[in-house]
């Protein structure tokens, strides 16, 4: 990790990663910043919380101000935005594609390419033929990263990445990790973070 580079740890149910992911780059590659985007799953996460879904669902008067506040949001960086019937999404096969890809041009314009698909538009990414639509136009073989995404390497690679979200301390998406280590958790946090990178260049 560069003395330039922030991690973006996502989950692609995250209606607030969506955001993110539609907000930053532009402006991080104005102010020099560098973005290593970190797909990870939150479901083992909220697991260990005893929590079997999104606390967006468990507290319903929580999860109504969540839905607003995201529309707000979207409104306010011209972001599309389309509440999905279904939530949280199933999103591991388009997460186990983002990691197999990890290492690829082509992955930010994925995720958000997904991440317009969910929240932009709607749709369900649980869908591999959705997934496959998203690599269109990306990749030369989108069944390619498909297969690749589902070997059992890819698998274990996913798992690890949940183990390095725990170490980090990581517990909901999006959280922003700085190159000395400093966490700060939630699309609100983001400018801090950048600012924090900036301040100790």
């Known amino acids: ?6 991690e973006f740890w996502f989950d692609f149910a995250s209606p607030y990663a969506y955001v993110s992911a539609g907000r930053f780059e532009d402006w991080m590659n104005s102010a020099g910043i560098n973005v290593r985007w970190m797909p990870f799953l939150l479901g083992p996460v909220f697991q260990k919380h005893g929590w ?16 607003r506040d995201v529309e707000r949001l979207c409104k ?3 972001l599309g935005f389309n509440r999905p019937d279904v939530f949280p999404q199933h999103g591991l096969l388009a997460t186990r594609v983002a990691l197999a890809g990890c290492d690829e041009d082509w992955l930010p314009a994925f995720c958000r390419r997904v ?3 969910e929240f932009g538009l709607g749709q369900d990414i649980s869908d591999k033929q959705t997934v496959l639509d998203v690599l269109e136009g990306l990749v030369d073989n989108p069944a390619y990263w498909v297969k690749r995404a589902v070997t059992a390497k890819n698998k ?39 600012e924090w990178i900036l301040r100790r260049r």
């Open 52 to 67: 079997a879904t999104s606390p967006f669902n468990l507290y319903p008067l929580k999860g109504k101000y969540m839905w």
């Open 1 to 6: 990790m560069t003395s330039s580079e922030l």
């Open 76 to 78: 306010r960086h011209d």
């Open 156 to 194: 274990k690679a996913l798992v690890d990445r949940g183990v390095e979200a725990e170490q980090k301390g990581i517990f909901g998406a999006p959280t922003f990790i700085t190159p000395d280590g400093e966490l700060f958790w939630g699309d609100d946090r983001l400018e801090q973070s950048i």
């Open 115 to 117: 991440f317009h698909r």
